[in-house]
Nanobody, 125 residues
Framework: QVQLVESGGGLVQAGGSLKLSCAASGKIFSINAMGWYRQAPGKQRELVAT???????NYLDSVKGRFTISRDNAKNTVYLQMNSLKPEDTAVYYC???????????????????WGQGTQVTVSS
């Protein structure tokens, strides 16, 4: 039906940059909000940034000014440009798609809360 595939994680030194990508596949008609969450060892998953289909964005306070979320609606893809990375940004980053309208089995279906498999981001000091 619908799958989210992330890419772009890795190991970087403090102050460096990484860009994450997440592509949603399937016979998708529309996606309302897309976003990135992260989970560090021993901590709860937290929202990093979200973006609506209209381009409205929301960020975790600690990443404002350093991270930029964007999306390509035609490609059903969301990006996260991460600059000035800090060791505390180390976590598994998960892509999320909310309110996805897709075509399957001869009908349109709407489902909520799709998640990617996660991609590791490690920032060394």
């Amino acid at each position: 039906q619908v799958q989210l595939v992330e890419s772009g994680g890795g190991l970087v030194q403090a102050g460096g940059s990484l860009k994450l990508s997440c592509a949603a596949s399937g016979k998708i008609f529309s996606i309302n909000a897309m976003g990135w969450y992260r989970q560090a060892p021993g901590k709860q998953r937290e929202l990093v940034a979200t973006i609506t289909s209209g381009g409205s964005t929301n960020y975790l306070d600690s990443v404002k000014g350093r991270f930029t979320i964007s999306r390509d609606n035609a490609k059903n893809t969301v990006y996260l440009q991460m600059n000035s990375l800090k060791p505390e940004d180390t976590a598994v980053y998960y892509c999320n798609a909310d309110s996805v309208l897709y075509y399957s089995g001869g009908t349109y279906n709407r489902e909520y809360d799709y998640w990617g498999q996660g991609t590791q981001v490690t920032v060394s000091s």
